[in-house]
């Protein structure tokens, strides 16, 4: 089993930035991949980026490209999200993933999740 504990989210304005972390625990030799997702009120859980384990590729959604860069700490087990030029519309809580295959786009095939942080941007 693999726990995953999300921090950092938070208020921000518009064109602000924020870094989210997420950090791994329990049976974490079995993760190669771990992704964040988020999901705004009303609306399905939608993929934001991925990174591997062992290489750090990273592959991101659209909305994101070239705002938004996730790395990892493999000695702290952690997984990071830097967010830049915020906008109201990424707002949401945000959730990471993780899973013993390749990168993924689909929030069905990672097995773990955390629990969320909540994400907000006014305009």
């Known amino acids: 089993q693999v726990q995953l504990v999300e921090s950092g989210g938070g208020l921000v304005q518009a064109g602000g930035s924020l870094r989210l972390s997420c950090t791994a625990s329990g049976d974490t030799n079995c993760i190669s991949a771990m992704g964040w997702f988020r999901q705004a009120p009303g609306k399905e859980r939608e993929f934001v980026g991925a990174?591997?384990?062992?290489?750090?590729?990273?592959a991101y959604a659209d909305s994101v490209k070239g705002r938004f860069t996730i790395s990892r700490d493999n000695a702290r087990n952690t997984m990071y999200l830097q967010m830049n030029s915020l906008k109201p519309e990424d707002t949401a809580i945000y959730y990471c993933?993780?899973?013993?295959?390749?990168?993924?786009?689909?929030?069905?095939?990672?097995?773990?999740w955390g629990q969320g942080t909540q994400v907000t941007v006014s305009s």
């Open positions: 990174i591997t384990w062992s290489v750090g590729n990273t």
């Open positions: 993933a993780a899973r013993g295959g390749s990168m993924s786009s689909r929030a069905g095939e990672y097995p773990y």
